[in-house]
């Protein structure tokens, strides 16, 4: 039996321009982090007591005696890509899908790293981020990014180039009270709402002149947001105002990235005393994040009275086995 950890990701700048139809043209940079919530991947071969071959437990349960008839894309194409078979496998997470953290790529890494393990083989990170880029974005055929699967497999606090020649991952050189400061500044909350990130993806599709121009400028802010984070000179708060010029020119990149409701809850913790803060992921619903003065999280944390309010600190681990126990297997003579 497998069992994998990985983490999911907030990505602060940056986010769009790790579209491969973007970067390829442009070059791209996303700056992000993994935090310390997590899915969890249990994988083990299934024995052959049962009229089915492959068990599956997500949010829903399949059972079928074919690869072919799995209904969950991921699941299947990984299968098969890897040649795994008769297997049980269950997810497990400790934030809900669809919500802006990039749970389906962090999925994506945390099964490749389970099949690999029970395979008795090891994949380093670079290996996973790639497959599970092949995985979902080719595969899969779902429109995204690269950064998710990228950020899951590596962990940490980091800046992620894109360009012609794939991409680099930079961990951010931050010291520790500078870094616990940011953490402590930055509050999270849970607005209700979830979505298919590739279908937000498919709305918001760089096709137009002016989306180009809005995703330059949001490519812009990254190089700006690094030195306020390296730089012990400047003034930390900057971030904040600097999340809140990010969100304004993230907000018309597509129709699908907010909602009246969202707008009316982003502007709720702005005049509770938030320095500015984004929505995180494709857009559409999730989780909304703000970087907020510690004086001021109180009087945030009651204009957010009606959603939830997510504690959080970094990690910096990325995808790890934290359970493995070896099996003697023989694939069914054919």
Request: charged share 25%; proline share 3%.
């Amino acid at each position: 039996m497998i069992i994998t950890k990985t983490p999911f990701r907030m990505s602060f700048f940056g986010g769009g321009t790790d579209m491969e139809s973007f970067f390829s043209q442009y070059g791209g940079a996303v700056l992000s982090t993994t935090f310390d919530k997590y899915c969890y991947v249990t994988v083990r071969h299934l024995p052959r007591f049962f009229d089915y071959s492959t068990e599956l437990s997500y949010a829903k349960i399949e059972r079928v005696t074919n690869i072919e008839e799995i209904r969950h894309p991921a699941i299947r194409n990984a299968m098969k890509m890897l040649d795994m078979h008769e297997i049980r496998l269950t997810y497990e997470a400790d934030l809900p899908a669809r919500s802006g953290l990039g749970t389906s790529s962090s999925f994506a890494v945390g099964m490749l790293n389970a099949f690999y393990a029970l395979k008795g083989q090891y994949a380093d990170k670079r290996k996973l981020a790639d497959e599970a880029i092949y995985l979902e974005r080719e595969l899969c055929r779902e429109t995204g990014g690269w950064q998710d699967q990228i950020a899951a497999s590596f962990g940490g606090f980091n800046r992620i180039n894109f360009g012609t020649g794939g991409y680099e991952v930079l961990p951010l050189i931050i010291s520790p009270d500078r870094k616990e400061r940011l953490n402590n500044n930055l509050m999270m909350f849970f607005t209700g709402f979830t979505r298919f990130s590739s279908e937000v993806q498919k709305t918001n599709q760089v096709n137009s002149v002016d989306k180009v121009i809005q995703l330059k400028e949001i490519y812009h802010l990254v190089d700006e947001a690094e030195q306020i984070l390296v730089d012990k000179t400047r003034d930390l708060d900057d971030f904040g105002r600097l999340l809140d010029a990010t969100w304004r020119i993230k907000r018309r990149t597509g129709a699908a990235v907010s909602t009246d409701s969202i707008d009316a809850l982003y502007e709720k913790g702005i005049q509770a005393g938030a320095l500015g803060g984004k929505l995180l992921g494709a857009g559409g619903g999730g989780f909304l994040i703000f970087y907020v003065q510690p004086e001021k999280q109180e009087a945030v944390k009651a204009a957010m009275r009606n959603i939830l309010h997510i504690p959080f600190q970094f990690e910096n681990g990325g995808t790890r086995v934290i359970h493995y126990t070896p099996e003697s297997y023989q694939p069914k003579e054919k």
